[in-house]
T-cell receptor
Framework: RKEVEQDPGPFNVPEGATVAFNCTYS??????FFWYRQDCRKEPKLLMS???SGNEDGRFTAQLNRASQYISLLIRDSKLSDSATYLC??????????FGTGTQLKVEL | GAGVSQSPSNKVTEKGKDVELRCDPI?????LYWYRQSLGQGLEFLIY????????KSGLPSDRFSAERTGGSVSTLTIQRTQQEDSAVYLC?????????????FGEGSRLTVL
């Protein structure tokens, strides 16, 4: 089983839609979780951390389910500018960050 | 500059040649990572430096790949006897891991093309 697994997509959604991505992980000892965003031909950038109690940042909501070993990202009221690849990231042993292969989102008019 | 700096931004080389890629992290960042990303693929972990600890080299794909970090700052990734499958964007990132924020700051990458 891969350390981090994501549905590659693409998810094609109309502007204004709500879309959610999941990411599963295999290492139950993982402590920290994040969502990164990567635009086409650009470097990844931190979107938000994921906290155990769930957290929200504007239109974005992140959730962590330790029992089932997955994290999720919900985007409400999608904008064209949200089109990107969303990378699930977590720490394994020794603070090393491991990236998922990403889920591609395309928001259309 | 304030960000992570990588050079060269583009490198075209012939199969069998050696290449060196350089990463200048953000000053004071103790953690430094190298990843590579092939076209349309995810990030593949290569190597991780954390302070004075021994580096985690578990992601290096073969013994043709090596990396060092001098003085806890600048890092060089060396690929010997390059092969066509080495073509990718090589991304360097640094972090203040002692803060536990987990935010990696990436450079813009070095795009390597092996002919």
């Amino acid at each position: 089983r891969k350390e981090v697994e994501q549905d590659p997509g693409p998810f094609n959604v109309p502007e204004g839609a709500t879309v959610a991505f999941n990411c599963t992980y295999s290492n139950s000892a993982s402590q920290s979780f994040f969502w990164y965003r990567q635009d086409c031909r650009k470097e990844p950038k931190l979107l938000m951390s994921v906290y155990s109690s769930g957290n929200e940042d504007g239109r974005f909501t992140a959730q962590l389910n330790r029992a089932s070993q997955y994290i999720s990202l919900l985007i409400r009221d999608s904008k064209l500018s949200d089109s990107a690849t969303y990378l699930c990231v977590l720490t394994g042993g020794g603070n090393k960050l491991t990236f998922g292969t990403g889920t591609q989102l395309k928001v259309e008019l | 500059g304030a960000g992570v700096s990588q050079s060269p931004s583009n490198k075209v080389t012939e199969k069998g040649k050696d290449v060196e890629l350089r990463c200048d992290p953000i000053s004071g960042h103790t953690a430094l990572y190298w990843y590579r990303q092939s076209l349309g693929q995810g990030l593949e972990f290569l190597i991780y430096f954390q302070g004075n600890s021994a580096p985690d080299k578990s992601g290096l794909p073969s013994d043709r790949f090596s990396a060092e970090r001098t003085g806890g700052s600048v890092s060089t990734l060396t690929i010997q006897r390059t092969q066509q499958e080495d073509s990718a964007v090589y991304l360097c990132a640094s972090s203040l891991m002692d803060r536990g924020t987990g935010e990696l700051f990436f450079g813009e990458g070095s795009r390597l093309t092996v002919l």
